[in-house]
């Protein structure tokens, strides 16, 4: 069975500060890819970032960076200048070949001006 | 613009009511996904559908319906045998079973 976990069910980071949300997953696969999501307070949905488990460069959009250690199955996320729009749930997903996505149970980021 | 839309945005329903939830998406992606959010939670999969007239339950299919009659549409009917159906329902689509998933806006259920 695949399983996410979040351990930090809310996070707070001052303006312009870096704040790190993290993830810990398990599969049995060896091919499968990781992902964060945002969700506003619009709820909808938005990819962040994506992360081939094959790939060991860490995946970097912008602001947003990946911590992927394969070994200890851990997907950390990190946010750099911190803006008052990054305020939301962010949801960690492991997704196995031929499985089906599993989502972590979230964690609510709030940005402090 | 290419994306996914959902309707209505919310949705009021009395007991012992069906109701369709509607997903279209123009992204000309084979694969659709119907998850529920409730307050506080992740997302469970409710129903997937891999190509058109082919869907298969997710982990929580029970009470409710699909049908993908269309590859670009994929409607979801929450039947009155769903025993707690207020919730938020998002809808997904990706090009293959291990691509990045896009969302709708999703649908805001409220059963009076």
């Known amino acids: 069975a695949q399983t996410v976990t979040q351990s930090q069910p809310e996070m707070s980071v001052q303006e312009a500060e870096t704040v790190t949300l993290s993830c810990t997953y398990d599969t049995s696969e060896s091919d499968y890819y990781l992902f964060w999501y945002k969700q506003p307070p619009s709820r909808q949905m938005i990819l962040v970032i994506r992360?081939?488990?094959?790939?060991?460069q860490n995946a970097t959009e912008n602001r947003f960076s990946v911590n992927f250690q394969k070994a200890a199955k851990s997907f950390s996320l990190k946010i750099s200048d911190s803006q008052l729009g990054d305020a939301a749930m962010y949801f960690c997903?492991?997704?196995?070949?031929?499985?089906?996505?599993?989502f972590g149970p979230g964690t609510r980021l709030s940005v402090l001006p | 613009d290419g994306g996914i839309t959902q309707s209505p945005k919310y949705l009021f329903r009395k007991e012992g009511q069906n109701v369709t939830l509607s997903c279209e998406q123009n992204l000309n992606h084979d694969a659709m996904y119907w998850y529920r959010q409730d307050p506080g939670q992740g997302l469970r999969l409710i129903y997937y559908?891999?190509?058109?007239?082919?869907?298969q339950k997710g982990d929580i299919a029970e009470g409710y319906s699909v049908s993908r009659e269309k590859k670009e549409s994929f409607p979801l009917t929450v039947t009155s045998a769903q025993k707690n159906p207020t919730a938020f329902y998002l809808c997904?689509?990706?090009?293959?079973?291990?691509?990045?998933?896009?969302f709708g806006p999703g649908t805001r259920l409220t059963v009076l």
């Open positions: 559908s891999q190509i058109v007239n082919d869907f």
């Open positions: 997904a689509s990706s090009i293959g079973t291990t691509d990045t998933q896009y």
């Open positions: 997903a492991l997704r196995s070949y031929g499985q089906n996505f599993v």
């Open positions: 992360q081939e488990a094959y790939k060991q």
